[in-house]
């Protein structure tokens, strides 16, 4: 019998977790694009999750301001007289404090979405780093092999000049010397890749050793924008102002709870006295009980609030100004990155591809000696890494500006 109900629970936690597992968006079974990993980043990352979650919590402090005082309820007896006395006291609220309150709460939830841009503005920042980090390892191991590939050639032809006396051996060992650096970069190339997926598994709340393919390239999603339109809409979405403007509007709801609780909270009462000999032996009993604002009427509470409000706007125009040159800062770097992006594959790269092609024609044909050669191999090499992390950095100044604009650039 127990075994049964054993194998119930086993079979009742499986379909939990499998139901759990389902209702988890998967990962595509091909290479991710930067838009299908921001839409996975957008579902499974647990820090955008918890935010999200944050929400019922202030959901259920509109509930709590919804409340409406309880009433008490009182019975005595006592040996003087009337010998018992039952009543009811009931505060009402009045001057609007339990709506002033419902507002106040309201106005708090509109927080709960500012800490939900907050998380995803990390996790844009993070996914663009992480998922264009990939993009560019993947580049540095093709970059290795196709360096280690030349290198071999030269090699190759290093060989074959030294059998024919053509090239002393010496040629050969340099030429030795190059395979095995190019070999050593291609494993860190591959290091570098393995870390890099690890990053994106992170931001994907996917476990470490989850295999990941993504396609794309390092110059997408880099759109012209002008300073004006990217101040529009930094003005308007940045979360650091929407959080002060949100900041601003609570605090105009709470110093209107404060003024609204300087009206007194009457106390009905009701009851009856009992058990009077020689007067009555049943007798009703009312009271109102109110207590008078004299001295205090939340003045240092609403001074506060207003004092609050003044500071809350005084550092929002601080931010503003702080918003207006970082988007003039950022807009000038990534125009200075797509422009040295630009330099490397229209000119330079080409230019050293050439170079190099020419030098192993001339090395080949006995023209010149293989430093030239390998000088012109160790400029292509610098060059193409040079121009990769140009793009990246084209990138990475990108996950700057969305930072700053709050919103992801389409």
């Given at each position: 019998?127990?075994?049964?109900?054993?194998?119930?629970?086993?079979?009742?936690?499986?379909?939990?977790?499998?139901?759990?597992?389902?209702?988890?968006?998967?990962?595509?079974?091909?290479?991710?694009?930067?838009?299908?990993?921001?839409?996975?980043?957008?579902?499974?990352?647990?820090?955008?999750?918890?935010?999200?979650?944050?929400?019922?919590?202030?959901?259920?402090?509109?509930?709590?301001?919804?409340?409406?005082?309880?009433?008490?309820?009182?019975?005595?007896?006592t040996q003087d007289?009337?010998?018992?006395?039952?009543?009811?006291?009931?505060?009402?609220?009045?001057?609007?404090?339990?709506?002033?309150?419902?507002?106040?709460?309201?106005?708090?939830?509109?927080?709960?979405?500012?800490?939900?841009?907050?998380?995803?503005?990390?996790?844009?920042?993070?996914?663009?780093?992480?998922?264009?980090?990939?993009?560019?390892?993947?580049?540095?191991?093709?970059?290795?092999?196709?360096?280690?590939?030349?290198?071999?050639?030269?090699?190759?032809?290093?060989?074959?000049?030294?059998?024919?006396?053509?090239?002393?051996?010496?040629?050969?060992?340099?030429?030795?010397?190059?395979?095995?650096?190019?070999?050593?970069?291609?494993?860190?190339?591959?290091?570098?890749?393995?870390?890099?997926?690890?990053?994106?598994?992170?931001?994907?709340?996917?476990?470490?050793?989850q295999a990941l393919?993504?396609?794309?390239?390092?110059?997408?999603?880099?759109?012209?924008?002008?300073?004006?339109?990217?101040?529009?809409?930094?003005?308007?979405?940045?979360?650091?102002?929407?959080?002060?403007?949100?900041?601003?509007?609570?605090?105009?709801?709470?110093?209107?709870?404060?003024?609204?609780?300087?009206?007194?909270?009457?106390?009905?009462?009701?009851?009856?006295?009992?058990n009077n000999p020689?007067?009555?032996?049943?007798?009703?009993?009312?009271?109102?009980?109110?207590?008078?604002?004299?001295?205090?009427?939340?003045?240092?509470?609403?001074?506060?609030?207003?004092?609050?409000?003044?500071?809350?706007?005084?550092?929002?125009?601080?931010?503003?100004?702080?918003?207006?040159?970082?988007?003039?800062?950022?807009?000038?770097?990534?125009?200075?990155?797509?422009?040295?992006?630009?330099?490397?594959?229209?000119?330079?790269?080409?230019?050293?591809?050439?170079?190099?092609?020419?030098?192993?024609?001339?090395?080949?044909?006995?023209?010149?000696?293989?430093?030239?050669?390998?000088?012109?191999?160790?400029?292509?090499?610098?060059?193409?890494?040079?121009?990769?992390?140009?793009?990246?950095?084209?990138?990475?100044?990108?996950?700057?500006?969305?930072?700053?604009?709050?919103?992801?650039?389409?």
């Amino acid at each position: 019998m127990r075994s049964g109900i054993r194998s119930c629970f086993a079979l009742a936690a499986i379909a939990a977790a499998g139901a759990l597992a389902s209702a988890q968006p998967q990962v595509p079974a091909g290479p991710l694009t930067y838009e299908q990993a921001l839409a996975l980043a957008t579902s499974r990352n647990l820090n955008v999750e918890a935010a999200r979650r944050a929400r019922a919590i202030r959901e259920a402090a509109i509930r709590t301001a919804r409340q409406i005082p309880n009433p008490d309820v009182s019975f005595e007896t006592t040996q003087d007289v009337p010998h018992q006395a039952f009543s009811v006291d009931l505060p009402v609220e009045l001057g609007g404090k339990r709506s002033r309150r419902i507002d106040l709460a309201k106005e708090e939830l509109t927080l709960a979405e500012v800490d939900i841009q907050t998380e995803m503005r990390a996790v844009r920042r993070e996914l663009r780093q992480a998922f264009y980090g990939l993009i560019a390892a993947d580049e540095r191991v093709r970059l290795a092999e196709s360096l280690l590939d030349i290198a071999r050639r030269v090699h190759d032809a290093a060989q074959a000049r030294f059998e024919t006396g053509a090239a002393p051996r010496l040629e050969v060992l340099q030429a030795d010397l190059t395979v095995t650096r190019a070999e050593t970069d291609i494993e860190l190339a591959r290091g570098i890749r393995v870390s890099s997926q690890a990053t994106l598994d992170a931001v994907l709340n996917l476990p470490p050793q989850q295999a990941l393919a993504v396609t794309g390239s390092l110059y997408e999603h880099a759109p012209v924008i002008a300073y004006e339109q990217a101040l529009a809409t930094a003005t308007a979405s940045n979360v650091d102002l929407v959080l002060l403007d949100r900041q601003m509007a609570v605090e105009a709801r709470r110093l209107d709870l404060l003024r609204a609780e300087r009206t007194p909270t009457p106390i009905f009462s009701a009851g009856a006295l009992f058990n009077n000999p020689g007067e009555f032996t049943v007798a009703s009993r009312y009271a109102v009980t109110v207590g008078v604002p004299i001295f205090s009427r939340n003045q240092g509470e609403i001074a506060g609030s207003i004092a609050t409000t003044a500071q809350l706007r005084t550092k929002r125009e601080a931010t503003l100004r702080t918003v207006e040159n970082q988007v003039y800062g950022v807009l000038a770097r990534v125009e200075a990155a797509r422009r040295q992006v630009e330099a490397y594959d229209q000119r330079l790269v080409p230019t050293a591809t050439d170079l190099q092609t020419l030098a192993e024609e001339s090395y080949r044909g006995g023209r010149t000696s293989v430093l030239g050669l390998l000088d012109a191999q160790r400029s292509l090499r610098d060059l193409r890494r040079e121009a990769l992390q140009a793009a990246l950095d084209l990138q990475l100044a990108l996950a700057d500006l969305e930072e700053v604009l709050g919103t992801p650039i389409q």
